[in-house]
């Protein structure tokens, strides 16, 4: 896989980090990548793919924290290589700094050029890992603050008490010490939880499913080896073999229908008491990938009332119940909803007395959006 030029942008075009390896792209990418991420209008879509072509110009992008990753390639090379490579680039850039925006980009500006020539040479990838890009790079990074830090992804929604799940594993180097050199002997673990659910009219459940990770960020020293214990009842597969040829035991406790492992995992014992066995590498790597259908109780309950009250004109109730315990907090709740192609403006009503929320309709892809700042047993 050979890649011409890596470029990061901020989410107002500005180029933050540039790499032109092999000098065969026309200069000013950045700005027609940027022109055409902005102002996209083809295809009828609103938002422009992660990959596309302009002028014999292949441009592959992915979006991490507000901040655009981006490489160009004038050949043909396999789309899901090069969106995995930037991913990973994105990975090992905040294992090193810890927290990963526009402000340590350019305070770490050094480092981040130092790593990018080292993972890519003359366009071509030569390692992605974290563990062995230590020996060679020797700039230290510049801690900066996580305090203003936005949430990174969907799933850290809930908060337990008045702990921010998942915490503060993600803003911390995997190579930069404690004040007076002292190395910290840590390890953290999030599992992270995407649902997707599919509800009739009517509010029955019609389709759900759960893809989910087990995160693991390790400052530990010395290769010590973690067993990683899961629940006992975990079952693999439905009445049949799975893709790691075990069977399920029986009907009850928690069934995935699949799942894999990070290279460094052990499955010895896994089979007898769902033990993992692991060398943790440095930075943060997924220990285990899963998927399951199983029937479960979704967080959230969804019912809409669609009534039409003209010839152009709808009514639309959205009610969302909250189905987790009370003393479980829901933050930045976003509800979407498409809208025809020829709707022309929207107003909205809230519930009285709705505290923290704001609604709004997207007019350039036609999106109504009802955004609620935190949800706990709410009924709305």
């Known amino acids: 896989m050979m890649i011409s030029q890596f470029f990061v942008l901020s989410q107002r075009g500005d180029n933050i980090v540039f790499r032109d390896y092999r000098a065969e792209v026309p200069?000013?990418?950045t700005e027609t990548f940027f022109r055409k991420v902005k102002f996209w209008k083809e295809d009828g879509n609103a938002e422009a793919p992660p990959i596309f072509n302009v002028d014999g110009v292949n441009?592959?992008?992915?979006?991490?924290?507000?901040?655009?990753?981006?490489?160009?390639?004038?050949?043909?090379?396999?789309?899901?290589?090069?969106?995995?490579?930037?991913?990973?680039?994105?990975?090992?850039?905040?294992?090193?700094?810890?927290?990963?925006n526009e402000d340590s980009f350019r305070k770490n500006f050094v480092l981040v050029y130092e790593l990018l020539d080292e993972v890519i040479d003359f366009g071509y990838v030569q390692t992605t890992s974290t563990e062995v890009l230590k020996s060679y790079i020797f700039n230290e990074p510049i801690v900066v603050s996580p305090a203003r830090l936005q949430p990174i992804d969907p799933a850290a929604i809930f908060t337990q008490g008045a702990?921010?799940?998942?915490?503060?594993?993600v803003t911390k180097s995997v190579v930069a010490n404690d004040p007076g050199g002292r190395r910290r002997e840590e390890i953290f673990v999030d599992i992270i939880e995407k649902i997707s659910v599919t509800f009739s009219s009517s509010g029955y459940i019609l389709t759900s499913e759960i893809d989910g990770t087990i995160q693991m960020k390790s400052?530990?020293?010395?290769?010590?080896?973690?067993?990683?214990?899961?629940?006992?009842?975990?079952?693999?597969?439905?009445?049949?073999?799975?893709?790691?040829?075990?069977?399920?035991?029986?009907?009850?406790?928690?069934?995935?229908?699949?799942?894999?492992?990070?290279?460094?995992?052990?499955l010895d014992s896994f089979d007898s008491d769902r033990t993992l066995s692991l060398v943790p590498p440095d930075g943060e790597f997924p220990v285990m990938n899963y998927r399951m259908t199983q029937e479960f109780k979704p967080p959230f309950h969804v019912n809409t009332l669609i009534e039409e009250a003209g010839r152009l004109k709808a009514e639309v109730?959205?009610?969302?119940?909250?189905?987790?315990?009370?003393?479980?907090?829901a933050n930045t709740i976003t509800?979407?909803?498409?809208?025809?192609?020829?709707?022309?403006?929207?107003?909205?009503?809230?519930?009285?007395?709705?505290?923290?929320?704001?609604?709004?309709?997207?007019?350039?892809n036609k999106m109504l959006e009802w955004n609620l700042k935190k949800a706990n047993c709410w009924r709305g």
Do not use: W
Request: net charge positive; proline share 5%.
């Open 163 to 169: 702990k921010r799940m998942p915490g503060t594993a």
């Open 317 to 329: 109730i959205i009610k969302i119940r909250a189905e987790f315990p009370s003393d479980i907090i």
């Open 27 to 29: 200069k000013g990418s």
């Open 59 to 100: 441009y592959f992008h992915v979006k991490v924290v507000g901040l655009y990753f981006v490489a160009t390639t004038r050949v043909n090379v396999s789309p899901s290589l090069v969106l995995e490579l930037l991913q990973r680039i994105a990975r090992v850039i905040k294992d090193y700094l810890g927290v990963l």
């Open 219 to 266: 400052y530990l020293s010395g290769n010590p080896e973690i067993r990683l214990a899961l629940n006992e009842d975990l079952n693999i597969g439905r009445g049949g073999r799975s893709v790691y040829d075990y069977r399920s035991s029986s009907g009850s406790g928690v069934i995935l229908d699949d799942c894999n492992f990070h290279e460094s995992v052990r």
């Open 335 to 364: 509800v979407q909803m498409p809208l025809p192609n020829y709707t022309s403006r929207a107003s909205f009503e809230l519930e009285p007395g709705a505290a923290g929320q704001r609604t709004d309709f997207k007019e350039s």
